[in-house]
């Protein structure tokens, strides 16, 4: 099946300072991705879609100046915590749709931890 | 917009037990019903899904059934093994093509042997 990367695996910063996470498809295009938020031991939120050559669209309650989305290729994917803060802690997954109808591969995630 | 109630949030079973989480959805348009798993640490894989134009779905050890008229579907495992412990996540998708997903809260399921 399709393969979905994520990177860094885990990162680990100070208060104030901004973070890249990649997303990449391997092995086919994607025009779209999304990009989810898990907290400890909850469910996965839908931040943003992203769009290769356009604006990303965010979902209500998400700061878009906060979490900026850059969708620069077919295959890339990047999400930037800008100026993070200890509650931006979280793990955050990446997602591509597949050929088959609706069908999404996640990414293996990326634990961020804000001191 | 879409809600997605999962439960139980918590399945314990003993090995070669059945094990059955059910979900329900609100919006009448979503016909996409993937079973995802998550293990710790990990991104979550699929395991079935089932699209709205059948009631079940089988693969292995692994069913998903579908009410449409009751918006519920559930997710079957029977003869658990201590490996299919793990976070499991239902997820509803409207009908556009790369539709997002919106998920359940999550079952912990303990198989234990």
């Known amino acids: 099946g399709a393969v979905v990367s994520q990177h860094p695996s885990w990162v680990i910063c100070k208060s104030g300072t901004s973070v890249k996470i990649e997303c990449r498809s391997l092995d086919f295009q994607a025009t779209t991705m999304f990009w989810y938020r898990q907290f400890p031991k909850q469910s996965l939120m839908l931040m943003a879609t992203s769009n290769e050559g356009s604006k990303a669209t965010y979902e209500q309650g998400v700061e878009k100046d906060k979490f900026l989305i850059n969708h620069a290729s077919l295959t890339l994917s990047t999400l930037t915590v800008t100026s993070a803060h200890p509650e931006d802690s979280s793990f955050y997954i990446c997602?591509?749709?597949?050929?088959?109808?609706?069908?999404?591969?996640f990414g293996p995630g990326t634990r961020l931890t804000v001191l | 917009g879409e809600n997605v109630e999962q439960h139980p949030s918590t399945l314990s079973v003993q090995e070669g037990d059945s094990a059955v989480i059910k979900c329900t959805y609100s919006d009448s348009a979503s016909n996409y019903f993937p079973w995802y798993k998550q293990e710790l640490g990990k991104g979550p894989q699929l395991i079935i899904d089932?699209?709205?134009?059948?009631g079940e779905k089988k693969d292995q050890r692994i069913a998903v059934t579908l009410n449409k008229t009751a918006k519920h579907f559930s997710l079957h495992i029977t003869e658990t093994q201590p490996e299919d412990s793990a976070v499991y996540f239902c997820a509803a998708s409207a009908g556009t093509s790369y539709g997002k997903l919106t998920f359940g809260q999550g079952t912990i399921l303990t198989v234990h042997p």
């Open positions: 997602s591509a749709p597949g050929t088959g109808y609706n069908e999404q591969f």
């Open positions: 089932i699209r709205s134009n059948v």
